[in-house]
């Protein structure tokens, strides 16, 4: 093996391939071990008495604790802290960073999350000082920057979605849900039709049937066609004098665009239900298409997926609802809202409103950065960004499409959503797929979701790959394919050159360990 190939799989070298070795023990070892193999946990680095700081004597009157704090909050048995140096913590948290991977260190093609770039500018904008620091319950007078962001960022998402009125104060996507459906819930109520059942396509989202059922109604599922897409003749038998609505993502969770959108919205209306759309999947529709021209009555936004705030690991996120004319009555309060003299104010005023979702808001600082990226992009930018990220993701699927089984095989949207059918013919399944994709050097893919195929590989590479980066995927994906067709038991023990290999997941999620200890 030459040398460039013993480097090929290292981690931290997104997009290498390394070719088909002939046997496991070759490339176990182009991992070379690494300084920060094995970290040892800080308690573990600790020893009695070291100390990173060196506080000067006290030259004021000491104050008793417990009277600092009161009674009770003072322990005198708190111990177990780990004691180390000053140079000992940085370099155990500064190794640490560098096991994390993240979109500013290679592709992370997982589908349905839309990890696209998290431009820098949006930060900056971010950290100003009147936007950092401003406190929620600053009065009106003097928050009126704010208060303008808030407004412009909410104008800005009506035109986007072609819906009259936003309300940004969900927290994410499926909070959204949950506030979206509470509306359709507040508005037949008020029509003197409350209703009982939400459809809900078989490809959903698990958000999706999660809100509905949160929001007091029942889900009725209906089966998806053999496109992948609303079977209108299901719809049409689905849709009774008790359904108050249809929760429908599109493109939907295969990347597919419903092309029968209008007739679909039109037969809902027809029944006296409304439309209500899962927005998580805009990166494909922006400044190309808006939902209010297709029928939608009210959707939810992800802004820290499509409008590019940095998301994973729990949040911030934002999860705006826009909705037609007719829900805005029933729209959390409180609106933000621009009197005749141009200033802007809170509205509490809103007797029809579902109340509040969330304290103040909104995640505001998510609101500041997405609006920032609106603005840096333009409407010519966020057309763009939509074109390049379809055509990014047609451009995986075609040349992925003769070694991994395309169970929908169209054109595709923002993401293309492959099946494992062929490698678990010889006992290899997407997740193991996925964690053979980790000693390439990429994050994996999504697995197992949407629930419609069978072992599903859902990848979404967004706007921010470059032709270069998609080639290097496309290569250590076509490679895996391969070494499963000689050496499938190889693949099924991947990953390979992390610090851990494979972990159990079920324990992990069921009995999480988090806290240290001693023993
Ligand atoms: C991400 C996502 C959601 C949920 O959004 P969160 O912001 O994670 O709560 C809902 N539906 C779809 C299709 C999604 O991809």
């Given amino acids: 093996m030459d040398d460039r190939r013993r480097h090929s ?88 960073s560098t096991w994390n991977y993240g979109v500013d260190t290679g592709l992370y093609p997982l589908g349905s999350c839309t990890m696209k770039y998290n431009p820098r500018i949006n930060e900056v904008v971010a950290s100003l000082e009147g936007l950092a620091t401003d406190h929620p319950y600053t009065p009106e007078s003097l928050t009126q920057g704010c208060l303008r962001i808030l407004h412009e960022a909410a104008r800005c998402l009506a035109e986007i979605t072609g819906m009259d009125a936003v309300s940004l104060q969900p927290a994410a996507g499926a909070q959204g849900e949950l506030t979206g459906i509470l509306l359709i ?48 003749a299901e719809l049409d038998r689905a849709l009774t004098e008790d359904v108050a609505g249809l929760m429908l993502t599109n493109p939907n969770t295969l990347g597919i665009f419903e092309t029968q959108i209008r007739e679909i919205s039109s037969l809902v209306h027809a029944r006296g239900g409304l439309v209500y759309m899962d927005g998580a999947n805009m990166n494909a529709l922006v400044g190309v298409a808006r939902p209010a021209d297709f029928g939608v009555d009210v959707l939810h936004l992800n802004l820290h997926k499509t409008f590019s705030t940095p998301h994973g690991g729990g949040g911030p996120g934002s999860g705006p609802v826009a909705v037609k004319r007719g829900l805005e009555p029933y729209l959390p309060v409180p ?21 509040r979702v969330r304290a103040f808001y909104g995640n505001f600082g998510v609101v500041v950065r997405a609006l920032a990226y609106i603005l840096a992009n333009g409407p010519e930018g966020l057309r763009q960004t939509t074109e390049d990220a379809v055509l990014n993701a047609n451009y995986v ?74 080639d290097n995927f496309i290569e250590a994906m076509r490679s895996i394919a391969a070494e499963i067709e000689e050496d499938p038991p190889f693949v099924l023990k991947a990953p390979h050159t992390t610090r851990i290999s494979r972990l159990d997941e079920a324990t992990a999620a069921r009995k999480p360990l988090l806290r240290w200890k001693p023993e």
Avoid: W
């Avoid at 209703?195 to 889900?219: C, F, M, Q």
């Fill in 335 to 355: 609106t933000i809202e621009q009197s005749t003299d141009g200033s802007y104010r809170l509205d509490y005023d809103r007797p029809k409103s579902i109340g």
């Fill in 9 to 96: 799989a290292l981690p931290g070298e997104p997009g290498q391939a390394p070719s088909v070795a002939k046997d496991m023990e070759n490339r176990i070892r182009q991992a070379r071990p690494h300084v920060t193999r094995n970290e040892d946990l800080i308690f573990e680095v600790s020893s009695p008495g070291k100390s990173g700081v060196e506080l000067p004597p006290l030259d004021v009157p000491t104050v008793c604790a417990e009277e600092l704090l009161g009674k009770g909050l003072h322990r005198a048995d708190v111990e177990g802290f780990p004691e180390v140096s000053e140079l000992e913590v940085i370099r155990h948290f500064t190794r640490l």
């Fill in 185 to 232: 819930r507040a508005c037949l109520a008020d029509r003197g039709n409350p209703r009982k059942h939400i459809l809900v396509p078989d490809s959903a989202h698990g958000t999706n049937p999660a809100s509905a059922t949160i929001s007091g109604y029942e889900v009725r599922n209906i089966k998806s066609n053999a496109r992948g897409c609303v079977d209108l």
């Fill in 397 to 470: 699927m075609s040349r992925l499409q003769d070694v991994y089984e395309l169970p929908y095989d169209q054109a595709c949207m923002h993401e293309c959503v492959f099946s494992d059918r062929r490698q678990a013919a010889r006992g290899v399944r997407t997740m193991d797929i996925a964690k053979r994709l980790i000693d390439y050097g990429f994050h994996p893919y999504t697995t197992a979701f949407p629930l419609i195929v069978s072992g599903a590989l859902m990848i979404e590479p967004t706007e921010s790959a470059s032709q270069a980066e998609l």
